[in-house]
């Protein structure tokens, strides 16, 4: 079992609709989380850090974390075709500065 | 804030140079930055983690003689690909963790491609 994973997509939703992004992750003892968004021939740009269980709300990103069942993801309201991009998920062990990245999702958002 | 610049953006070597990326974190201090390698549609690769002021820690397969990095000072790492092969060519990323209190979050720099010719 992987580490991180995610499903690789393309996920594709209509202009307006809400994304949902998701992400498994193995190591129980995990306490940092990452979304990063990567545009095609840039570098990952960090969308939201989450670190204790529940939601957590910036404009039109919200990351939800759930420890016990090991999972966390990224929900997208009213997405554009800007929001076009490959999503990071990234895993911090416990205590230590190293994230271990997911493969990444690629969302198509269409007119 | 939590600016991350590299330089140079993009390069071309021959086959056998040895090429300099340098990372800098432009307004915060960063005792730790990572060096990231990413081939077309593949996911990140970490290389090595670079700390201030001493030697670098290499991921397994990374070989250190041919990928140097030195990290001088809070703000600076630099990644040296030596006697370069065209297998070399890829997209290369540094990313810095800012020093204040525990945090854990990383600022990737632009990248820097490099192609081996």
């Known amino acids: 079992q992987k580490e991180v994973e995610q499903n690789s997509g393309p996920l594709s939703v209509p202009e307006g609709a809400i994304a949902s992004l998701n992400c498994t992750y193995s190591?129980?003892?995990?306490?940092?989380f990452f979304w990063y968004r990567q545009y095609s021939g840039k570098s990952p740009e960090l969308i939201m850090s989450i670190y204790s269980n529940g939601d957590k709300e910036d404009g039109r990103f919200t990351a939800q974390l759930n420890k016990a069942s090991q999972y966390v993801s990224l929900l997208i309201r009213d997405s554009q075709p800007s929001d076009s991009a490959t999503y990071l998920c990234a895993v911090n062990k416990g205590g230590s500065y190293i994230p271990t990245f997911g493969r990444g999702t690629s969302l198509i958002v269409h007119p | 804030g939590a600016v991350v610049s590299q330089h140079p953006s993009w390069v071309i070597c021959k086959s056998g140079t040895s090429v300099k990326i340098e990372c800098r974190s432009l307004d915060f201090q960063a005792t730790t930055m990572f060096w990231y390698r990413q081939f077309p549609k593949q996911s990140l690769m970490l290389m090595a983690t670079s700390n201030e002021g001493s030697k670098a820690t290499y991921e397994q397969g990374v070989e250190k003689d041919k990928f140097l990095i030195n990290h001088a000072s809070l703000t600076l790492s630099t990644l040296t690909v030596t006697s370069a092969h065209p297998e070399d060519s890829s997209f290369y990323i540094c990313?810095?963790?800012?020093?204040?209190?525990?945090?854990?979050?990383?600022?990737f720099g632009p990248g820097t491609r490099l192609t081996v010719t």
């Open positions: 190591d129980r003892v995990s306490q940092s």
């Open positions: 990313s810095a963790r800012d020093n204040v209190g525990l945090a854990y979050e990383q600022y």
